[in-house]
């Protein structure tokens, strides 16, 4: 999905690109008060089954085909439902967020 976030218009890659957008819009009203936020935890705050459909709805928009929708749903359903780990001998099944280090999370969420 990460190509497709950077076409929003609401996508603002860091604050440099904030700087060249805010001089190219109308100038803002004098009681405006502009606030910055970081979200923490993101991530592990997106329901596996809502994900994987945003996620398909999003990817059914693209130009291209291939791969198809439903290979890459069938992909991020293997990496986000059968996330087993082994912790101090224990085997577990990861059932919410994605695992830490997995390189699709920045991609798709």
């Known amino acids: 999905m990460g190509p497709l976030v950077h076409k929003l218009p609401s996508y603002l890659q860091d604050t440099t690109d904030y700087l060249i957008k805010s001089k190219a819009s109308e100038p803002l009203l ?3 008060l502009l606030v910055s936020l970081d979200v923490t935890s993101l991530y592990t705050n997106i329901p596996h089954n809502e994900g994987i459909q945003a ?3 999003a990817w059914e928009t693209r130009n291209m085909d291939n791969p198809p929708t439903h290979f890459l749903v069938q992909l991020l359903e293997l990496v986000l439902k059968l996330n087993n780990f082994e912790f101090n001998g224990e085997n577990y099944l990861q059932i919410n967020g994605t ?5 699709m999370t920045p991609l798709v969420c």
Do not use: F, I, S, V
Not at 99 to 103: H, Q
């Open 30 to 32: 004098p009681d405006t």
């Open 55 to 57: 996620c398909k709805e």
């Open 99 to 103: 695992a830490m280090g997995t390189k």
